[in-house]
């Protein structure tokens, strides 16, 4: 009797690009072929994190075609291609068990209880590590005089190349058309309009919001405690404002949640 095998396939970095889909694929199917076995399904996730389940929809269409039968073996690249997290790739693995479907990857082999335990922890190590040398690199930009990351209305990101081919990131110029509507922004505000008002006229002109819809109050007030919002970002001050807040990702929906920090754990660079 011929046996019937699911292809999972997964890229998330800057360091990968969606050819590496088509690699994974096709390491696969080679082993497939050595071992006589049917591919009957690939399922896939482009450009999503291993660290989240929930927000992969790849990985829950696999984990769908298992729990209706008839398939025998799951196959990936490696386990960190299944997920990163380790009570995420617990998960995966019981139900593929409970369905008595073996999993396999081309790094390490048919996996067991012992892959998933040593596995799991060591993922869990380099996201924690990944973590830590972002965030380095990021301060390390505040330093300079540069923007940690994301981008502020008015302004542009400039990546450009250092001597040794490496990216210098954090470099940014002014979008005169924003900086226009910035400047207009507060001297109607000095001049007395509401927040409200402003953004009544933006949007009765045509003119598109830092997100390209509609403007609204919020989207010019923001939060003077979190120091967002065109009124209350200091960037346009000369103050780049680093470490406001963490984020953190719910176990139950895998979406990341923003925390504030206190202000003692802010790092402000001044940027005249």
């Not at 995420?88 to 409970?98: E, N, S």
């Amino acid at each position: 009797m011929s046996r019937s095998a699911l292809i999972y396939a997964r890229y998330s970095s800057d360091l990968q690009n969606s050819s590496s889909i088509e690699d994974q694929v096709r390491l696969c199917r080679e082993r497939l072929d050595q071992d006589q076995i049917e591919v009957r399904d690939i399922f896939v996730d482009r450009a999503i994190s291993g660290s989240a389940l929930q927000t992969r929809s790849g990985i829950q269409a696999l984990l769908d075609e298992v729990a209706r039968g008839s398939v025998d073996v799951v196959i990936s690249e490696a386990l960190d291609r299944l997920s990163r997290d380790q009570e995420d790739i617990a998960r995966i693995y019981k139900r593929l068990r409970f369905a008595q479907v073996t999993l396999m990857t081309l790094a390490e082999g048919e996996i067991n209880e012992l892959h998933i335990g040593l596995k799991g922890t060591m993922n869990a190590l380099f996201l924690k590590d990944l973590a830590n040398k972002t965030r380095r690199g990021q301060r390390g930009r505040v330093e300079a005089g540069k923007i940690p990351g994301g981008k502020s209305y008015g302004y542009r990101l400039v990546p450009t190349l250092n001597p040794d081919g490496t990216v210098n990131r954090g470099e940014r110029e002014i979008i005169e058309d924003e900086a226009r509507v910035i400047r207009r922004i507060f001297e109607d505000y000095v001049g007395g309009k509401t927040a409200r008002q402003i953004a009544a006229d933006l949007n009765k002109e045509g003119v598109a919001s830092p997100r390209g819809g509609s403007w609204n109050a919020s989207t010019i007030n923001g939060n003077k405690k979190r120091r967002n919002g065109i009124l209350n970002n200091e960037l346009y001050l000369g103050n780049i404002i680093y470490n406001r807040q963490s984020f953190v990702r719910d176990p139950d929906t895998g979406k990341r949640r923003s925390r504030p920090n206190p202000e003692a754990l802010w790092v402000i660079k001044r940027v005249p």
